[in-house]
Nanobody
C-alpha cells in the first residue's frame, strides 16, 4: 500500500511563494515518476510538474520558470517550490506517484492566491 501525504498549501498574495511537500511511505526510487497535478473548480486535473526516476523533469508551460520540482531521497519526499504565484494558480494540488501503469494519489492540498 502506497501512502502519499501532501503539506504546505495555504493562502498567499499574488507574487508570493509556497513550497509543497509530498512524503511517501516508501522509497521515491520505487516509482517510475512522481509529480504534482492541480485541479481548479470546474476544470480538469492537469499536470503541473513531474520528475522521473532518473531525475528528468518536465513542467506545464504555464508554470515554467516559476515552479521547481525537486526531491530528497533521504526523506522520501518530493517538493514543489512555487514562486511568483498568480491568482490562476489557485487550485487543489495533488501529489502523484506512478509505478508501472498504476497511479497513486495524495489527498490534496489547497493553494489560494489572492489579495
Amino acid at each position: 500500500q502506497v501512502q502519499l501525504g501532501e503539506s504546505g498549501g495555504g493562502l498567499v498574495q499574488p507574487g508570493g511563494s509556497l513550497r509543497l511537500s509530498c512524503a511517501t511511505s516508501r522509497s521515491i526510487f520505487t516509482f517510475n515518476a512522481m509529480g504534482w497535478y492541480r485541479q481548479a473548480p470546474g476544470k480538469e486535473r492537469e499536470l503541473v510538474a513531474r520528475i522521473t526516476k532518473d531525475g528528468t523533469t518536465n513542467y506545464a508551460d504555464s508554470v515554467k520558470g516559476r515552479f521547481t520540482i525537486s526531491r530528497d531521497s533521504a526523506k522520501n519526499t518530493v517538493y514543489l517550490q512555487m514562486n511568483s504565484l498568480k491568482p490562476e494558480d489557485t487550485a487543489g494540488y495533488y501529489c502523484n506517484a506512478r509505478v508501472a501503469y498504476t497511479d497513486y494519489w495524495g489527498q490534496g492540498t489547497q493553494v489560494t492566491v489572492s489579495s
